[in-house]
């Protein structure tokens, strides 16, 4: 089986690739630091990363983003940081009153093996008014996906995988390495 290194320090994303590639692939996680540009594009973030990092190809890395349509598509590349200073509450508290909770999620996961290759997933939603849900991370517990009325964290990996930005991603990643 063809080997692949998983780079990132976030479990949560990790479990959700060990569960759509671990049959294709031998996945391993790896923490490993890299570079992150400063810029407005997530693509670019993975894009220079990649230049990072070809000492662990085989590899995937991903980076993704939450853009809220009431804050003009806030917190978008800077959600790491809106995540660990402000949190779910922060942002529940910048919309208290607001009509429009309408949400997207966008992945971007960069392939490094002989070539560079880029996959972008993207998943409508929109913010519930209250945290809910124990499965998942970071925004997951105010995340609605279209269609649904339950967030991820109310949802099991597989069935988040099956509407996610990171499982329609990977479904584009596994298509082009296996095909
Ligand atoms: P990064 O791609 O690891 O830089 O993630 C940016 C921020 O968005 C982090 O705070 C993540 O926790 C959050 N994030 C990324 N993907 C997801 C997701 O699938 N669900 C919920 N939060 C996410």
Redesign the pocket.
Known sequence: MKKLNVITS?QGKYEEYKDMLADSFSVSMKKVHYHEIQTDRLKDVVVHALDDLVDHAPLII?????FIDALNDFPGVY??YV?RTLGCGGILKLLEGEKDRGAR?ECMIGLLEEDKKIFKGVCKGSISHEIRGEH?????PI?VPSGYDIT?AEMKTDQKNEL???GKAMKQLLEYTLS
């Open positions: 976030n991903d980076d993704s983003g939450l959600s790491a995540m999620f998942g991370f970071g925004y997951d995340f991820f996610s930005h990171r």
